[in-house]
């Protein structure tokens, strides 16, 4: 998995807490390979990142056909805390590539 550019907002504590989330993202394609080695594709999320630095209203957009892979990386997406939020509620938006060739080579 890979976090594809680019990501909004351009702020280092988030891409930061996107980063610190890879593994738990990575848990979630990996038992997608179990299933089907050759699995790939993308999914962008979008969200409000609140005041509190809690993501809400959690969306999601993908392109990979195991959908257990994409609700599970979409929780761990809303389940996601930027420190350092203030101010009023901002949109964000992701997009993780998933390919078997990634997870070769991290």
């Known amino acids: ?8 907002p351009r702020e280092e504590t988030f891409e930061q807490a996107l980063r610190e989330a890879l593994p738990s993202f990575r848990l979630c394609y990996a038992a997608g390979l179990a299933n089907n080695p050759d699995l790939y594709g993308s999914i962008t ?11 809400s209203n959690v969306t999601r957009v993908a392109d990979v056909p195991d959908l257990g892979v994409v609700s599970c990386i979409a929780r761990f997406a809303d389940r996601l805390v930027i420190p350092g939020a203030s101010g009023a509620a901002k ?8 390919s078997p060739e990634s997870e070769s080579s991290k």
């Open 1 to 8: 998995i890979r976090i594809a550019e680019p990501v909004t």
């Open 45 to 55: 999320i979008d969200a409000s990142l609140e005041q509190d630095g809690w993501l």
């Open 91 to 98: 949109p964000v938006r992701f997009k993780l590539v998933v």
